[in-house]
Nanobody, 122 residues
Framework: QVQLVESGGGLVQAGGSLRLSCAAS????????MGWFRQGPEKEREFVAT????????YYGDSVKGRFTISRDNPKNTVYLQMNSLKPEDTALYYC???????????????WGQGTQVTVSS
């Protein structure tokens, strides 16, 4: 098993940037593909980005493409989400997740963190 803890959320003005981190403990992070998802108030959990085990393959949701970048540092057991040009509609609780392969589907991920709140003011 792997335990995931997100950090780096906060309040930022529109147009600003944040970098989220997801630290893993337990099993080594390199065993898993990783994903970032988000869930806004009264909304379903939405796919944001995913990265393969070695970091070679990445894929993004349409709403964040060109603004967000997912990366990973396997020796540090950490995955990152760099978020630039933030918009009020990016406001959500952001989760990282671990699974066996890259996927846009919530169901493909076996382990989840508790989330970190991102709030973007206009």
């Amino acid at each position: 098993q792997v335990q995931l803890v997100e950090s780096g959320g906060g309040l930022v003005q529109a147009g600003g940037s944040l970098r989220l981190s997801c630290a893993a403990s337990g099993r080594t992070l390199s065993s898993y593909a990783m994903g970032w998802f988000r869930q806004g108030p009264e909304k379903e959990r939405e796919f944001v980005a995913t990265i393969s085990r070695a970091g070679v393959i990445t894929y993004y949701g349409d709403s964040v493409k060109g603004r967000f970048t997912i990366s990973r540092d396997n020796p540090k057991n950490t995955v990152y989400l760099q978020m630039n040009s933030l918009k009020p509609e990016d406001t959500a609780l952001y989760y990282c997740a671990a699974g066996l392969s890259t996927s846009v589907s919530v169901a493909a991920y076996d382990y989840w963190g508790q989330g970190t709140q991102v709030t973007v003011s206009s």
